[in-house]
Protein backbone atom coordinates (compact mmCIF):
# COMPACT_ATOMS: atom_id res chain seq x y z
CA UNK A 1 0.00 0.00 0.00
CA UNK A 2 1.15 3.16 -1.02
CA UNK A 3 2.17 5.64 2.23
CA UNK A 4 0.17 8.90 0.20
CA UNK A 5 -3.44 8.56 -0.40
CA UNK A 6 -4.62 11.15 -2.51
CA UNK A 7 -8.15 9.98 -1.54
CA UNK A 8 -7.87 10.34 1.94
CA UNK A 9 -6.21 13.24 1.69
CA UNK A 10 -8.90 14.92 0.11
CA UNK A 11 -11.28 13.77 2.51
CA UNK A 12 -9.37 15.09 5.22
CA UNK A 13 -9.03 18.42 3.36
CA UNK A 14 -12.40 18.65 2.81
CA UNK A 15 -13.36 17.28 6.86
CA UNK A 16 -11.21 20.58 7.72
CA UNK A 17 -13.03 23.14 5.77
CA UNK A 18 -16.68 22.27 5.87
CA UNK A 19 -16.25 22.26 9.87
CA UNK A 20 -15.52 25.61 9.44
CA UNK A 21 -19.16 26.21 9.17
CA UNK A 22 -20.84 25.21 12.26
CA UNK A 23 -17.60 26.64 13.98
CA UNK A 24 -18.15 30.34 12.27
CA UNK A 25 -21.96 30.17 12.30
CA UNK A 26 -21.49 29.27 15.87
CA UNK A 27 -19.01 32.23 16.62
CA UNK A 28 -21.90 34.26 14.88
CA UNK A 29 -24.62 32.84 17.41
CA UNK A 30 -22.23 33.65 20.15
CA UNK A 31 -21.69 37.22 19.20
CA UNK A 32 -25.12 37.78 18.50
CA UNK A 33 -26.24 35.96 21.89
CA UNK A 34 -28.44 33.71 20.38
CA UNK A 35 -27.26 30.43 22.07
CA UNK A 36 -30.58 30.45 24.26
CA UNK A 37 -32.78 30.71 21.05
CA UNK A 38 -34.03 26.84 22.19
CA UNK A 39 -34.30 26.19 25.11
CA UNK A 40 -34.51 22.54 24.54
CA UNK A 41 -31.88 20.10 23.18
CA UNK A 42 -31.54 17.67 21.28
CA UNK A 43 -35.44 18.59 19.76
CA UNK A 44 -36.06 21.82 18.35
CA UNK A 45 -39.24 23.58 20.06
CA UNK A 46 -40.19 20.00 20.15
CA UNK A 47 -39.74 19.11 16.73
CA UNK A 48 -37.04 16.60 15.81
CA UNK A 49 -33.74 18.34 14.53
CA UNK A 50 -34.42 17.13 10.63
CA UNK A 51 -38.21 18.42 10.98
CA UNK A 52 -38.09 21.45 12.24
CA UNK A 53 -39.41 24.01 9.70
CA UNK A 54 -35.87 25.75 9.62
CA UNK A 55 -36.76 27.94 6.71
CA UNK A 56 -39.71 29.90 8.20
CA UNK A 57 -37.73 30.34 11.64
CA UNK A 58 -36.92 33.75 13.00
CA UNK A 59 -33.53 34.88 12.50
CA UNK A 60 -31.65 33.47 15.57
CA UNK A 61 -33.86 30.55 16.10
CA UNK A 62 -32.86 30.23 11.64
CA UNK A 63 -29.06 30.73 12.66
CA UNK A 64 -28.60 28.52 15.51
CA UNK A 65 -30.82 25.02 14.08
CA UNK A 66 -28.25 26.24 11.01
CA UNK A 67 -25.37 25.56 13.51
CA UNK A 68 -26.69 22.68 14.95
CA UNK A 69 -27.57 20.94 11.72
CA UNK A 70 -24.04 22.10 10.06
CA UNK A 71 -22.85 20.30 13.29
CA UNK A 72 -24.51 17.05 12.16
CA UNK A 73 -23.59 17.13 8.89
CA UNK A 74 -19.42 17.01 9.99
CA UNK A 75 -20.49 14.51 12.51
CA UNK A 76 -21.41 12.50 9.52
CA UNK A 77 -18.81 13.70 7.16
CA UNK A 78 -16.09 12.62 10.00
CA UNK A 79 -17.30 9.13 10.37
CA UNK A 80 -16.77 8.94 6.90
CA UNK A 81 -13.09 9.89 6.96
CA UNK A 82 -12.30 7.41 9.87
CA UNK A 83 -13.64 4.83 7.78
CA UNK A 84 -11.67 5.82 4.83
CA UNK A 85 -8.47 5.79 7.06
CA UNK A 86 -9.10 2.54 8.24
CA UNK A 87 -9.55 0.99 4.52
CA UNK A 88 -6.43 3.37 3.22
CA UNK A 89 -4.26 4.24 5.34
CA UNK A 90 -1.03 2.08 6.55
CA UNK A 91 0.22 4.55 9.45
CA UNK A 92 -1.63 2.58 13.07
CA UNK A 93 -1.10 6.44 14.50
CA UNK A 94 -3.10 8.16 11.69
CA UNK A 95 -5.53 5.42 12.09
CA UNK A 96 -6.06 6.22 15.78
CA UNK A 97 -6.06 10.01 15.52
CA UNK A 98 -9.22 9.92 12.47
CA UNK A 99 -10.89 7.31 14.62
CA UNK A 100 -10.73 10.41 17.27
CA UNK A 101 -12.28 12.59 15.15
CA UNK A 102 -16.06 11.85 14.78
CA UNK A 103 -15.93 10.88 18.91
CA UNK A 104 -14.69 14.62 19.07
CA UNK A 105 -17.50 15.83 16.81
CA UNK A 106 -19.98 13.82 19.05
CA UNK A 107 -18.66 15.07 22.41
CA UNK A 108 -18.71 18.38 21.22
CA UNK A 109 -22.47 18.42 19.89
CA UNK A 110 -23.33 17.00 23.61
CA UNK A 111 -21.30 19.61 24.49
CA UNK A 112 -23.28 22.36 23.07
CA UNK A 113 -26.31 20.68 24.28
CA UNK A 114 -25.54 20.82 28.09
CA UNK A 115 -24.82 24.51 27.48
CA UNK A 116 -28.46 24.73 26.21
CA UNK A 117 -29.87 22.91 29.11
CA UNK A 118 -27.94 23.82 31.89
CA UNK A 119 -28.36 27.50 30.26
CA UNK A 120 -24.34 28.43 31.26
CA UNK A 121 -22.35 30.81 29.70
CA UNK A 122 -19.36 28.59 31.21
CA UNK A 123 -19.92 25.75 29.25
CA UNK A 124 -20.40 27.93 26.57
CA UNK A 125 -17.14 28.96 26.77
CA UNK A 126 -15.60 25.31 27.06
CA UNK A 127 -18.24 24.66 24.12
CA UNK A 128 -16.06 27.22 21.84
CA UNK A 129 -12.42 26.27 23.09
CA UNK A 130 -13.04 22.46 22.43
CA UNK A 131 -13.94 23.82 18.84
CA UNK A 132 -10.40 25.12 18.65
CA UNK A 133 -9.07 22.16 19.45
CA UNK A 134 -11.28 19.67 17.33
CA UNK A 135 -10.76 21.53 14.38
CA UNK A 136 -6.76 21.53 15.01
CA UNK A 137 -7.02 17.90 15.43
CA UNK A 138 -8.96 17.95 11.51
CA UNK A 139 -6.35 19.98 10.40
CA UNK A 140 -3.15 17.84 11.56
CA UNK A 141 -4.72 14.84 9.75
CA UNK A 142 -5.54 16.49 6.89
CA UNK A 143 -0.99 17.38 6.82
CA UNK A 144 -0.12 14.40 8.03
CA UNK A 145 -1.79 12.37 5.03
CA UNK A 146 -0.58 14.97 2.47
CA UNK A 147 2.36 14.25 0.03
CA UNK A 148 4.63 16.17 1.33
CA UNK A 149 4.83 14.87 4.88
CA UNK A 150 5.11 11.83 3.84
CA UNK A 151 7.88 11.84 1.40
CA UNK A 152 9.92 15.18 3.14
CA UNK A 153 12.92 15.80 1.03
CA UNK A 154 16.51 15.30 2.11
CA UNK A 155 16.75 19.40 2.16
CA UNK A 156 15.62 18.71 6.04
CA UNK A 157 18.46 17.33 6.65
CA UNK A 158 21.00 19.75 5.30
CA UNK A 159 18.72 23.28 6.75
CA UNK A 160 20.52 24.70 9.72
CA UNK A 161 18.75 26.81 12.03
CA UNK A 162 18.81 28.57 15.61
CA UNK A 163 18.39 25.72 18.46
CA UNK A 164 17.87 28.07 21.11
CA UNK A 165 14.79 29.30 19.83
CA UNK A 166 13.41 26.00 18.70
CA UNK A 167 11.84 25.40 21.90
CA UNK A 168 9.67 28.77 21.34
CA UNK A 169 8.28 26.52 17.90
CA UNK A 170 6.29 23.84 20.78
CA UNK A 171 5.36 26.81 23.11
CA UNK A 172 3.74 28.47 20.62
CA UNK A 173 0.69 26.66 20.65
CA UNK A 174 0.23 27.07 24.73
CA UNK A 175 0.53 30.75 24.62
CA UNK A 176 -2.09 31.28 21.89
CA UNK A 177 -4.94 28.79 23.34
CA UNK A 178 -4.45 30.63 26.30
CA UNK A 179 -5.14 34.16 24.84
CA UNK A 180 -7.83 31.71 23.43
CA UNK A 181 -9.28 31.12 26.27
CA UNK A 182 -9.33 34.55 27.42
CA UNK A 183 -10.90 35.92 24.37
CA UNK A 184 -13.82 33.22 25.06
CA UNK A 185 -13.69 34.34 28.70
CA UNK A 186 -14.29 38.17 27.33
CA UNK A 187 -17.18 36.66 24.36
CA UNK A 188 -18.83 34.40 26.94
CA UNK A 189 -18.75 35.94 30.65
CA UNK A 190 -17.69 40.07 30.02
CA UNK A 191 -14.04 39.37 32.05
CA UNK A 192 -10.84 39.02 31.08
CA UNK A 193 -10.80 42.36 28.67
CA UNK A 194 -7.27 43.95 29.50
CA UNK A 195 -5.99 40.55 30.29
CA UNK A 196 -6.81 39.59 26.74
CA UNK A 197 -5.43 42.52 25.51
CA UNK A 198 -2.17 42.17 27.31
CA UNK A 199 -1.70 38.31 26.39
CA UNK A 200 -2.17 39.38 23.02
CA UNK A 201 1.09 41.16 22.78
CA UNK A 202 2.91 38.37 24.76
CA UNK A 203 1.34 35.86 21.57
CA UNK A 204 2.34 38.43 18.94
CA UNK A 205 5.72 38.47 20.23
CA UNK A 206 6.10 34.62 20.37
CA UNK A 207 4.60 34.30 16.84
CA UNK A 208 6.88 36.64 15.27
CA UNK A 209 9.74 35.06 17.08
CA UNK A 210 8.65 31.35 15.96
CA UNK A 211 7.95 32.80 12.51
CA UNK A 212 11.52 34.37 11.91
CA UNK A 213 13.20 31.01 13.39
CA UNK A 214 10.76 29.00 10.13
CA UNK A 215 11.85 31.51 7.92
CA UNK A 216 15.14 31.16 8.87
CA UNK A 217 15.51 27.43 9.03
CA UNK A 218 16.16 27.00 4.98
CA UNK A 219 13.50 23.90 5.18
CA UNK A 220 10.62 24.80 2.22
CA UNK A 221 7.82 23.19 4.71
CA UNK A 222 8.64 25.27 7.75
CA UNK A 223 8.78 28.17 5.28
CA UNK A 224 5.37 27.98 4.44
CA UNK A 225 3.69 27.69 8.01
CA UNK A 226 5.93 30.20 9.20
CA UNK A 227 4.30 32.80 6.52
CA UNK A 228 0.81 31.16 7.37
CA UNK A 229 1.47 32.24 10.97
CA UNK A 230 2.53 35.63 10.48
CA UNK A 231 -0.14 36.47 7.26
CA UNK A 232 -2.72 34.94 10.28
CA UNK A 233 -1.44 36.90 13.45
CA UNK A 234 -1.52 40.35 11.07
CA UNK A 235 -5.12 39.19 10.48
CA UNK A 236 -5.67 38.61 14.12
CA UNK A 237 -4.35 41.74 14.99
CA UNK A 238 -6.19 44.18 12.83
CA UNK A 239 -9.29 41.71 13.23
CA UNK A 240 -8.75 42.40 16.99
CA UNK A 241 -8.67 46.33 16.79
CA UNK A 242 -11.87 46.40 14.93
CA UNK A 243 -13.62 44.14 17.51
CA UNK A 244 -12.54 46.62 20.23
CA UNK A 245 -13.19 50.01 18.38
CA UNK A 246 -17.17 48.46 17.75
CA UNK A 247 -17.39 46.79 20.80
CA UNK A 248 -16.30 49.31 22.94
CA UNK A 249 -15.64 52.65 20.71
CA UNK A 250 -13.28 54.83 20.37
CA UNK A 251 -14.00 58.31 21.45
CA UNK A 252 -10.39 60.14 19.79
CA UNK A 253 -12.00 58.42 16.31
CA UNK A 254 -15.31 59.92 17.47
CA UNK A 255 -16.30 55.95 16.80
CA UNK A 256 -19.75 54.95 18.95
CA UNK A 257 -20.04 51.38 19.57
CA UNK A 258 -23.83 50.20 18.10
CA UNK A 259 -24.45 46.79 19.53
CA UNK A 260 -24.97 44.09 17.01
CA UNK A 261 -24.03 46.58 13.89
CA UNK A 262 -23.21 44.64 11.20
CA UNK A 263 -19.36 46.12 11.43
CA UNK A 264 -19.39 44.93 15.30
CA UNK A 265 -20.87 41.91 14.11
CA UNK A 266 -18.35 40.99 11.44
CA UNK A 267 -15.20 41.80 13.29
CA UNK A 268 -16.33 39.74 16.53
CA UNK A 269 -17.26 36.65 14.43
CA UNK A 270 -14.28 37.26 12.41
CA UNK A 271 -11.97 37.68 15.11
CA UNK A 272 -12.91 34.32 16.89
CA UNK A 273 -12.41 32.28 13.77
CA UNK A 274 -9.14 33.78 12.83
CA UNK A 275 -8.31 33.29 16.17
CA UNK A 276 -8.48 29.70 15.68
CA UNK A 277 -7.05 29.63 12.60
CA UNK A 278 -3.81 31.00 14.56
CA UNK A 279 -4.03 28.18 16.70
CA UNK A 280 -4.34 25.92 14.15
CA UNK A 281 -1.05 27.34 12.15
CA UNK A 282 0.55 27.30 15.61
CA UNK A 283 0.23 23.33 16.06
CA UNK A 284 0.88 22.62 12.61
CA UNK A 285 3.88 24.57 12.91
CA UNK A 286 5.27 22.88 15.91
CA UNK A 287 4.11 19.27 14.08
CA UNK A 288 6.61 20.64 11.35
CA UNK A 289 9.42 21.47 13.32
CA UNK A 290 9.22 17.73 15.45
CA UNK A 291 8.72 15.97 11.28
CA UNK A 292 11.67 17.94 10.46
CA UNK A 293 14.56 17.69 13.06
CA UNK A 294 13.56 13.60 13.16
CA UNK A 295 14.33 13.56 10.09
CA UNK A 296 17.03 14.84 9.59
CA UNK A 297 18.57 12.70 13.08
CA UNK A 298 17.32 9.61 11.17
CA UNK A 299 19.62 10.77 8.46
CA UNK A 300 22.80 11.58 10.05
CA UNK A 301 22.68 8.59 12.41
CA UNK A 302 22.11 6.42 9.19
CA UNK A 303 24.61 8.83 7.14
CA UNK A 304 27.30 7.45 10.77
CA UNK A 305 26.33 3.84 10.86
CA UNK A 306 26.75 3.18 7.21
CA UNK A 307 30.70 5.44 6.72
CA UNK A 308 32.77 2.14 7.21
CA UNK A 309 32.74 -1.57 8.25
CA UNK A 310 35.29 -2.91 9.89
CA UNK A 311 36.62 -6.61 7.99
CA UNK A 312 37.81 -8.99 10.20
CA UNK A 313 40.69 -10.62 8.96
CA UNK A 314 41.95 -7.12 6.88
CA UNK A 315 43.77 -4.61 8.36
CA UNK A 316 41.38 -2.17 5.86
CA UNK A 317 37.62 -0.98 5.87
CA UNK A 318 35.09 -0.77 3.35
CA UNK A 319 32.69 1.36 2.38
CA UNK A 320 29.19 0.37 2.64
CA UNK A 321 27.90 3.55 2.03
CA UNK A 322 23.80 3.43 0.52
CA UNK A 323 23.25 3.68 -2.90
CA UNK A 324 23.67 7.16 -3.80
CA UNK A 325 26.01 8.45 -1.13
CA UNK A 326 25.22 9.32 2.06
CA UNK A 327 25.09 13.40 3.50
Not at 13 to 36: E, H, N, R, Y
Not at 80 to 96: D, F, I, N, P, Y
Not at 170 to 194: E, I, N, S
Request: net charge positive; charged share 15%.
Amino acid sequence: MSPYQPTLHRLAIATAVLALLPITVGALVTTMKWGMAFLDYPTSDGHNMLLYPWLKSASDKFTEHGHRLAGMLIGIVSAGLMVVAWMKESRGWVKVAATIIPFCVLLQGLLGGARVLADDERMAMFHGSFAAVVFTLMAAVAMWTGRRWIELSGDAAEAESDRRLKPLAFALPFVVFGQYLLGGALRHLGTMLHEHIGMAVIASLFAILVAVQGMRSGVPMLRRSAGLILAVLLAQVALGIGSYVTKFGFATWGVVAVQHSLPQVVFRTSHTVVGMLLLTAAVLHALRVARVAEFARRTDCRSVRSIVEFVPGRTDYKSVLPKGGAR
